[in-house]
């Protein structure tokens, strides 16, 4: 697939908020994930490298969720072998009060498959 057609699939399952298909459809499995370093505080690691670890960090942090009210994703960016996509979410996590999470997804591809992503929020 090209960058174009990866960003789309991504676009079109995440509108499903079907983030576990994301990753086992579109991801490579030498992934790497970049958060912030603020994330550090939220208990999340700012580096995870495989998709292996890239799946276990996803189910720690819906284990954390109580209840998702909400999901939004922004039509993907796409230039040269990036694309980049606005995501919102409105959650209940576990014994914390509802919030509104904003970020913004940056995605490298390559032959087909997700190599990288970086978060910012």
């Known amino acids: 697939m090209t960058t174009k057609e990866v960003a789309n699939r991504y676009y079109e399952l995440a ?5 576990v298909q994301i990753v086992e459809e579109l991801y ?18 700012t580096l995870t490298l495989g998709l292996d670890a890239v ?38 996590f576990k014994g914390r009060p509802r919030v509104s999470l904003e970020e913004i997804g940056v995605f490298e591809v390559k032959e087909g498959k997700i190599v990288s992503e970086q978060f910012f929020y």
């Open 55 to 92: 799946k276990a960090k996803g189910l720690a942090r819906r284990e954390m969720i109580e209840e998702i009210h909400s999901e939004t994703c922004g039509e993907p960016i796409v230039a040269s072998k990036h694309f980049s996509v606005v995501m919102g979410r409105d959650v209940t």
């Open 15 to 19: 509108k499903q908020n079907n983030r």
């Open 28 to 45: 490579s499995q030498d992934i790497v994930n970049k958060e912030p370093e603020h994330a550090i505080a939220l208990g999340i690691p």
